[in-house]
């Protein structure tokens, strides 16, 4: 892979969109592109209805929101095959959906009912889907790099195949976890993608502040794998560049390592002032709505026409809806079920506190 | 049956389980060229090759996560810590990813992972590499901690642990390395991971210990033999979950009891224990649990104040004195 001279994102001045994607996006299936124009709504609109039931105290604890974001976890896992795995940091709930999980389970995990994917232990920052291959949500940053090394030396040494994609944001990278996983991924040659997240802002730190050295992909160029920074705004790029890394990473078994440059519409979680980046900044990337994006080339190439992304939108509508509704109808989880899952068998009995 | 050093001992059982299950893999700093930085990893390099012993650089956070994500597809991951000291370094792995993943994913996942090595102190090593780090995992749900004491306990209890579907802290002692003993040569000599034993007896106080604080004890108790006291010594084994039952039958038998332990006092097992005992057992009690622990100061290097700041065999026979009103004038706690 090329290592791009693209320059990067200082928080405030994330960088101008490389060439729309017209060449990338000639190379993908038509019904591939309608199928992650769907899914990137689908992310969309369940994030928004998740921002207005948290408002609505529907939800609790921490909340972080991925709009905006939605090209990266789209273009990503829609190359992947079933037997591939993703594994991701706290703001989850996109990558979930991109993988599979069903608005059903995630909307239920956030209401804490015991129909969630987690039964209501795991919250917004642990999603969990493993028969899919989604290994989680992981809350502390940076700590599920070493996990996603683990899980490519599963998928090497087991010999069953498949890569591992593993998701973390431009805060990680200061991570000593971060760097101690890529050297191993390195090291031991494992299928593992590396996706890094640059959304400007650890946060509300923006990179500039946090990292000597801000352009993310040379740092980890110094681990030996390829790099490449992509615009991660660009559902056809970020696409393009993901097949490449996993056919690498599948057929070669070696890591690489992917920045993606996006932007989030929202607060870093729900209770974010916003005083670290101005109003014309969020509007500045509004305009620039990976979503719009899409939706602009699939009318410009006649994929879609009006009614048919109409149609789209009101399905994912009613499909938003029926989660909400499936969420509150679902039971609260019996107490009882605190004491289940701590192992998978203890010779004691837990509630004795034992 | 043969009479094998401690280290051996462990090494036969990670050598039949490398043998048994092609999901077993060992991963840690030195295991594999360099033999094991204290030879229990020797020669199974070459025996199972590179994919299966595996060199980890001096990246605990690094190579215990990657032991946990091999874990979370099934594999059984032996990851040696070259101390438990060295454990403090990779503690978020542990305690956030090893003991809650399971939970957190509503029982989605198992985590087969063993991390084994020496704890506790050894000898003029100073502060940082003199850690007992089982209070710390003991506190945590999720994990379970075994601590081995002779060669025949260690095979059979890292067996079992290997072969348990759920983390387990496995500590040794560089200290009982060159222990002899005899060990059954039986590759399925298995042994449970949450049941303490009776290493000796006595109906006049009970002693509890583990790792090679037992050692300690059982001198303590030829000691007070001498002086006509039979105390019962304990190896507890299993620190999560603590096996309640053991201690508590011994102490309705002698009502009076001793804890050693190798960490601080403060929020240590031996509190644990007392507090299990005043709960369950309270009319039984004939004196104050006493507890013999480490000084609460960081280890220090001088020899002489290093064994000073520790548990002794004396401090283990003057807390027993105690708690049965022999020394009434000696009035210092726990020394």
Redesign the interface.
């Known amino acids: 892979m090329k290592t791009p001279s693209a320059k990067t994102g200082r928080g405030a001045g994330s960088p101008k969109r490389a060439q729309t994607g017209n060449s990338p996006a000639a190379g993908i299936d038509p019904q591939a592109l309608v199928r992650m124009y769907r899914q990137m709504l689908r992310i969309r609109k369940f994030e928004e209805r998740c921002y207005q039931v948290y408002l609505q105290r529907k939800i609790g604890g921490f909340c972080h929101i991925y709009s905006g974001q939605e090209a990266v976890a789209v273009g990503m896992i829609d190359p992947l095959g079933p037997e591939d795995y993703v594994i991701t940091a706290y703001r989850d709930h996109g990558q979930a959906i991109a993988r599979g999980m069903s608005m059903r389970a995630a909307m239920a995990e956030l209401y804490g009912k015991a129909t969630g994917c987690s039964r209501g232990k795991g919250g917004s920052m642990h999603f969990f889907d493993v028969p899919g291959h989604f290994m989680g949500g992981h809350g502390i940053v940076g700590a599920h790099i070493p996990l996603a090394c683990g899980i490519g030396w599963g998928i090497k040494h087991r010999g069953k195949g498949g890569v591992c994609l593993c998701f973390f944001g431009d805060g990680a990278m200061n991570q000593g976890a971060v760097h101690e996983g890529l050297n191993l991924a390195s090291l031991y040659k494992l299928p593992v993608v590396f996706v890094c997240e640059n959304n400007g802002y650890a946060m509300g730190t923006a990179v500039s502040r946090g990292a000597a050295e801000e352009h993310i992909y040379l740092r980890a160029n110094s681990y030996k794998m390829p790099t490449r920074r992509v615009e991660g705004n660009n559902l056809f790029e970020v696409y393009e560049a993901t097949q490449e890394a996993v056919r690498r990473a599948r057929e070669d078994h070696q890591p690489a390592f992917l920045e993606a440059v996006t932007y989030r519409f929202r607060g870093h979680s729900m209770s974010d002032p916003g005083s670290y980046r101005t109003r014309d900044e969020v509007e500045a990337h509004k305009s620039r709505d990976p979503i719009g994006q899409v939706v602009q080339h699939l009318e410009k190439n006649r994929i879609l026409d009006a009614a048919g992304i109409e149609r789209i939108e009101s399905e994912v509508d009613a499909e938003v809806e029926d989660a909400v509704k499936f969420s509150e109808d679902s039971p609260q989880p019996d107490l009882d079920s605190a004491y289940e899952d701590v192992y998978v068998n203890y010779p004691a009995d837990i509630r004795q506190r034992r | 049956m043969a009479e094998i050093e401690f280290r051996k001992a462990l090494n036969m059982a990670i050598d039949e389980e490398l043998a048994r299950d092609p999901?077993v893999?060992v991963i840690g700093e030195e295991v594999a060229e360099y033999d094991g930085a204290y030879k229990v990893t020797r020669g199974l390099l070459a025996k199972y090759g590179a994919?299966r012993v595996?060199d980890?650089?001096i990246?605990e956070?690094?190579?215990?996560?990657?032991?946990?994500?091999?874990?979370?597809?099934?594999?059984r991951?032996v990851v040696e810590l070259m101390t438990f000291s060295f454990s403090l370094v990779a503690m978020?792995?542990i305690l956030?990813?090893a003991a809650k993943?399971?939970?957190?994913?509503?029982?989605?996942?198992?985590l087969p992972v063993t991390f084994r090595g020496p704890g506790g102190v050894v000898h003029q090593l100073g502060a940082t590499h003199s850690n007992a780090t089982e209070s710390i995992f003991a506190h945590t749900?999720?994990l379970?901690v075994v601590a081995c004491s002779t060669p025949e306990n260690a095979k059979g209890l890292l067996k079992s642990a290997i072969r348990?579907?759920?983390p387990v802290i496995f500590l040794e002692s560089e200290l009982l390395y060159a222990l002899k003993g005899e060990v059954p040569d039986d590759p399925e000599f298995l042994l449970?991971?949450?049941k303490g034993r009776v290493v000796r007896e006595g109906s006049d106080v009970t002693l509890v210990a583990w790792s090679k604080r037992v050692h300690q004890a059982m001198e303590a108790a030829d000691r007070l033999a001498a002086d006509g006291i039979r105390a019962e010594v304990l190896d507890l084994i299993s620190l999560r979950?603590?096996d309640?039952d053991l201690i508590l039958k011994s102490f309705r038998k002698t009502n009076r009891l001793v804890t050693v332990e190798e960490g601080w006092s403060f929020c240590g097992i031996g509190a644990s224990i007392a507090d299990i005992v005043q709960r369950q057992a309270f009319d039984f009690m004939d004196a104050p649990v006493e507890r013999v622990t480490l000084e609460e100061v960081p280890m220090p290097y001088n020899e002489a104040m290093e064994y000073h700041v520790q548990p002794s065999v004396e401090k283990i026979v003057k807390a027993a004195r105690r708690v049965l009103y022999r020394d009434v004038k000696e009035s210092t706690d726990g020394r």
């Open positions: 999901d893999f994919r595996v980890a650089p990246s956070g690094g190579f215990c996560g990657l032991g946990i994500g091999a874990a979370m597809l099934g594999m991951p978020d792995q956030n990813n993943i399971r939970y957190m994913s509503g029982g989605q996942v198992r749900p999720g379970k348990d579907d759920d449970p991971l949450h979950p603590l309640q």
